[in-house]
Nanobody, 114 residues
Framework: QVQLVESGGGLVQAGGSLRLSCAAS????????MAWYRRAPGKQRELVAH????????NYADSVKGRFTISRDNAKNTVYLQMNSLKPEDTAVYYC???????WGQGTQVTVSS
């Protein structure tokens, strides 16, 4: 059984930073690609970034390139999303996912005020 628990969301002013964490239980983490998605009110879910099992391959949505950084610590079974230069349009619920699987976290709210 895989459980994903996100943390680190909150309210921040535009231009600020937040760091999201996703702690995973289960043995598949170190062998699995991981991803962060987000869903803003009234919009479809968007893939924000994904990282392969070793951390050597990373991809970002165009909307966050240069501002967000995904990373992972396989020793801690944790994946991170460092978000800098936040914009109001980054406001969303952010979800952690074992990439291309049905395993999702509960989500963490990020709100960026203008």
């Amino acid at each position: 059984q895989v459980q994903l628990v996100e943390s680190g969301g909150g309210l921040v002013q535009a231009g600020g930073s937040l760091r999201l964490s996703c702690a995973a239980s289960g043995s598949i983490f170190s062998h699995s690609a991981m991803a962060w998605y987000r869903r803003a009110p009234g919009k479809q879910r968007e893939l924000v970034a994904h990282i392969n099992s070793s951390g050597g391959s990373i991809n970002y949505a165009d909307s966050v390139k240069g501002r967000f950084t995904i990373s992972r610590d396989n020793a801690k079974n944790t994946v991170y999303l460092q978000m800098n230069s936040l914009k109001p349009e980054d406001t969303a619920v952010y979800y952690c996912n074992v990439y291309y699987t049905v395993y999702w976290g509960q989500g963490t709210q990020v709100t960026v005020s203008s």
